[in-house]
């Protein structure tokens, strides 16, 4: 996963538009509780997005209670002092919308997508569950099983969930980023109703969420709903987490686990995180290695060593870090390590030599078409403008990236190449037997 980046405005050829061009008509206020607004007015047709997302996940729980962010993404749905359990999705079926929600290591967000005419409704039910929550054990232990059984299916019994799992653990050791989101069973069991509370009560707080509305709707009736809603939830006292220092890694680290039958091997490596130049040098740097059939690892070994089936490669920035990774599906019984020393002998290629500039290019051309597919609707507008706002503070940084990206020289790459990615960098995962 890219950065949260840059957005264009909706203009399908984007490749060839310069960064000069795009904008985004965005109205961005702040209430009185630390609430901040920002409203997309697009009238095209009569539907609205509504995202409410909070600055918490699972990066701020302690070290003895991971999953806690996740979990309680779920106690979301549950009910208020004035709606019962299972009112919130109801009410949502019956005004036509389709709403889901999703946790990662650095925020939690819900979101609404529906016609124009329920939006006050949601507006209400959103503001509703940010205070007035109801947490009953029952729910909770109901829940709780629904979660667990979530890991077994997405980790435990998954063989790119658990190589996911234990690569971040590898690259991240001793850094809260080194836990899954969705958290350790024993945790899963443990986290007790005080615990529920003191996250709601610190996190599910107005001046740690950000509300974006796009669509189709009068911004002044639309004002008056937010401060009818919102205004008298008071704020909370919210002192962020430093971020521990990271430990130096000096030797590659690699691990076996030979669980499945499904042979895959992982390559992970610590880069910069969100907002950093060198990591936007490295999503072209990733997409140029793994980003489809064209890509270099996929051209030697999927398509002439024919010792993988696929091979993907992507730069996921986090908040205060990031990770560059490679993901092989190996064929047969390939040897796992043929296929890491023909990826460190691609990456000393591009140490010596960068991308050729036709590969530069199109790899830039490629990154800005994902952007404008991803803004090709009202929903993906939201998500980006609110993760833009919430992780970087001000949604008009996504206007900068593009220009950022479009400056990156064929020397930086061979530079970040050099900096980040050496076999005593690297964190190995060969799974399967």
Do not use: C
């Not at 409704?121 to 054990?137: I, S």
């Amino acid at each position: 996963m890219r950065m949260f980046i840059a957005v264009a405005f909706l203009v399908f050829g984007m490749a060839q538009a310069s960064a000069q061009e795009l904008k985004l008509n965005v109205e961005k206020y702040k209430l009185k509780n630390g609430m901040t607004v920002l409203l997309h007015k697009d009238n095209r047709v009569p539907m609205v997005t509504v995202n409410q997302w909070y600055h918490v996940g699972s990066y701020d729980e302690e070290p003895h209670r991971t999953g806690l962010a996740h979990f309680f993404e779920h106690l979301m749905f549950k009910g208020t002092k004035k709606y019962a359990s299972g009112s919130f999705d109801a009410m949502l079926t019956e005004l036509g919308a389709s709403n889901n929600a999703f946790t990662s290591s650095d925020y939690t967000g819900y979101y609404e997508m529906l016609p124009a005419a329920g939006l006050e409704k949601v507006l209400e039910l959103e503001a509703d569950r940010m205070v007035n929550l109801t947490l009953d054990m029952d729910e909770i232990q109901k829940e709780r099983e629904v979660v667990k059984e979530e890991r077994r299916m997405r980790v435990d019994n998954s063989p790119s969930g658990l190589a996911f799992e234990t690569l971040m653990g590898m690259t991240f050791e001793g850094h809260p980023y080194g836990w899954s989101v969705i958290g350790s069973m024993d945790h899963l069991n443990a986290t007790s109703m005080d615990d529920f509370k003191a996250f709601y009560k610190k996190y599910y707080a107005p001046n740690n969420s950000v509300l974006v509305i796009v669509g189709d709707f009068n911004v002044e009736q639309v004002k008056n709903w937010i401060d009818k809603y919102y205004a008298a939830i008071p704020a909370s006292e919210i002192q962020k987490k430093q971020p521990p220092a990271f430990k130096p890694q000096t030797a590659r680290r690699y691990k076996r686990i030979e669980k499945f039958d499904t042979r895959m091997q992982g390559i992970f490596f610590r880069v910069p995180g969100i907002g950093q130049k060198d990591a936007y040098v490295l999503d072209i740097l990733a997409e140029a290695l793994g980003g489809g059939e064209d890509s270099r690892l996929h051209k030697s070994l999927v398509d002439q060593m024919r010792l993988a089936s696929n091979v993907s490669a992507w730069n996921y920035s986090l908040n205060h870090s990031g990770v560059l990774g490679l993901n092989i599906n190996m064929i047969g019984k390939s040897r796992f390590d043929l296929v890491e020393s023909e990826i460190l002998r691609e990456l000393e290629r591009i140490k010596q030599k960068g991308l050729s500039e036709t590969e530069l290019k199109r790899t830039k051309d490629r990154i800005m078409l994902d952007f404008t597919t991803a803004l090709a609707t009202g929903s993906g507008k939201g998500r980006v403008l609110a993760a833009t706002e919430l992780i970087r503070g001000d949604y008009k940084e996504f206007f900068n990236d593009l220009k950022v990206y479009e400056s990156v020289t064929n020397d930086e790459i061979k530079q970040a190449a050099k900096k980040y990615l050496s076999r005593n960098q690297a964190n190995v995962l060969s799974l399967g037997k």
